[in-house]
């Protein structure tokens, strides 16, 4: 786990990327994880193809989920929104590069599960879980 | 009681097999968690396997032996956690847990007493057991919550305590706070509630595992605590009542063991505490709870207030090393006044990752809201480490925590 704590991701913590709202969002989501209380927020606005064009995230949590949130964000932009609601884990265990405790495995998955949720436009799944 | 001998926290891990285990990574295990439970005793372990292997058998009916061995063990065990908190075994009821206890209240005495306006005193440091059950019992009575005000350091504000308790009636209050561990005045408070005539709920969860509790000298009403807190198993609390209130108040659950007689239309109950014990108990955790509390008498409840202090000392002095780096400890940062509880946090680090860096050094520590999230917000905290020590706790734990808290400076460069 001490692995985890590599320069960029707490470079991604403390200098968060897409880091805010967005005035115009066409989709947004804000869920919570009930393990520990942290919330994140994602807003997208999608073109008229429906493809991502910016994004932002907000919320207040630990590393972890803060670093995986902030490279999501990184990854979906240029993707149709299609395509977000069918992501899988996999694209945040090759984003933080390394792996995540058991215990620690919702904090990095609730910035995907946000996204999700604001793609499928209902309460996505667990990534970890499906 | 008289000690022969003090025993020595080294002594007293002995007797925790959990302690004789590395953890995963081969680290000694430094347990700092239990505030949340406590570990358990070889005694309390083999109280279980006792009676699984020699003598399990239902309470209260069989005629044969092993049944009647049973419920002498059980209502022995009641006996026992009876006179450790000064009560009489009738006045004693079992539960889960303390969640389970004061939801009983707010239930069974809730709902026969209390009306649409009259007020529910809390205050804002309150468990979300603590909470929780008297926000439901004012939806369904239209009775009002009221709190008693915390200051910046989480200690209670009592001045405007007279007017706060003014048409109340019931206050429930913590005996010792989970998160802060702030000890109570609870002997300046319960006499001002019972003069303004409110029902006075203590949540003893944090109280019973490290002070010494005489329910008649705090004259409080109910008292709520849990077993697993103070090296019993999971699974069995207990409820402390008056027993003039239990004799007057409605059952809570009802079904098989809490009856005296039944008929098809109607039923009479048995008498307290068996009133408020429907069905088939938790009967090998609750004779284990006994041996729990035997344990704890045995070591003496005035050593180990005495221990935690001079620990808890200890950790505050060593963690000033931290501050430069950017550890802040919260609450009122006095042993005399804290209940062996520290909360924490370093520097920008969450506290999730200050515990899952902890732990790679095989130290547990709590981090988040500890179930207090109305006081993590009012206090503007997002979440906290917390470590908690306890009777087997020792100085070498406390350089464990502080070595790994270090190592958890370093990696996020602080
Ligand atoms: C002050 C306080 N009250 C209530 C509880 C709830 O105890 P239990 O979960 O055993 O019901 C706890 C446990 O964390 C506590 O610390």
Request: charged share 20%.
């Amino acid at each position: 786990m001490e692995d985890f704590y590599r320069d960029y991701i707490l470079d991604h913590y403390r200098n968060p990327r897409n880091f805010g709202h967005l005035e115009n969002a066409t989709v947004s989501a804000e869920e919570l994880n009930p393990l520990c209380g942290d919330v994140i927020r994602m807003d997208l606005q999608v073109d008229d193809a429906g493809i991502v064009r910016e994004v932002r995230f907000s919320g207040k949590g630990c590393a972890i989920s803060q670093a995986s949130a902030s490279m999501l964000t990184e990854s979906v932009i240029g993707m149709p929104l299609e395509a977000v609601a069918k992501l899988s884990k996999d694209v945040v265990l090759e984003n933080v590069g390394i792996g995540i405790s058991p215990t620690r495995m919702k904090c990095a998955m609730l910035g995907l599960r946000v996204l999700k949720t604001a793609a499928i436009g209902s309460l996505a799944a667990w990534p970890d879980e499906e | 009681m008289i000690h022969v001998r003090e025993r020595t926290a080294q002594e007293i891990r002995a007797d925790f097999p959990i302690f004789a285990r590395p953890t995963g990574r081969g680290k000694p295990l430094v347990y700092l968690d239990s505030a949340a439970t406590s570990q358990k005793p070889q005694s309390v372990i083999d109280a279980l396997d006792t009676y699984y292997r020699e003598y399990n058998a239902n309470i209260h009916r069989g005629v044969y032996e092993i049944a009647a061995r049973a419920t002498e063990a059980f209502e022995a065990a009641r006996a026992r956690v009876a006179r450790f908190i000064n009560c009489a075994p009738g006045e004693l009821i079992w539960t889960r847990n303390t969640t389970e206890a004061i939801n009983l209240v707010a239930y069974a005495w809730g709902n026969a007493n209390v009306r649409a306006g009259d007020v529910i005193l809390l205050t804002e440091l309150e468990h979300h057991s603590n909470l929780v059950p008297w926000q439901l019992l004012a939806q369904r009575t239209g009775a009002v919550l009221r709190f008693i005000p915390i200051d910046e350091r989480g200690v209670l504000v009592l001045d405007g305590l007279d007017r706060l308790l003014d048409g109340c009636t019931i206050l429930s209050i913590a005996h010792v706070g989970n998160t802060l561990g702030t000890i109570q005045p609870l002997d300046r408070i319960i006499p001002r509630a019972r003069a303004a005539g409110a029902l006075v709920v203590v949540d003893g969860a944090q109280g019973t595992p490290h002070l010494p509790v005489d329910v008649a000298a705090l004259d409080c009403d109910f008292y709520a605590f849990s077993g697993h807190k103070m090296l019993a198993p999971t699974g069995v609390g207990a409820l402390y009542g008056k027993r003039s209130l239990l004799e007057s108040m409605p059952p809570f659950l009802s079904g098989g063991d809490m009856i005296r007689t039944v008929g098809y239309e109607r039923t009479t109950f048995n008498e307290p505490p068996w009133k408020f014990e429907a069905g088939t108990s938790n009967i090998a955790d609750a004779i284990a709870f006994g041996v729990a509390v035997d344990y704890l008498a045995d070591v003496g409840l005035g050593w180990i207030r005495e221990h935690e202090k001079r620990i808890t000392r200890y950790a505050l002095e060593r963690l000033t090393a931290l501050a430069p780096r950017g550890l802040v400890v919260y609450g009122p940062r006095d042993p005399e006044h804290i209940g062996g509880v520290l909360s924490f946090n370093l520097g920008d680090v969450h506290a999730h990752d200050v515990a899952s860096i902890l732990d790679t050094e095989g130290v547990c520590v709590r981090a988040g809201h500890h179930c207090t999230m109305p006081l993590m917000e009012k206090m503007g905290w997002h979440a906290t480490a917390r470590a908690s020590f306890y009777l087997y706790n020792t100085e070498e734990d406390v350089d464990t925590l502080v070595s790994a808290l270090e190592k958890a400076a370093r990696i996020f460069k602080l």
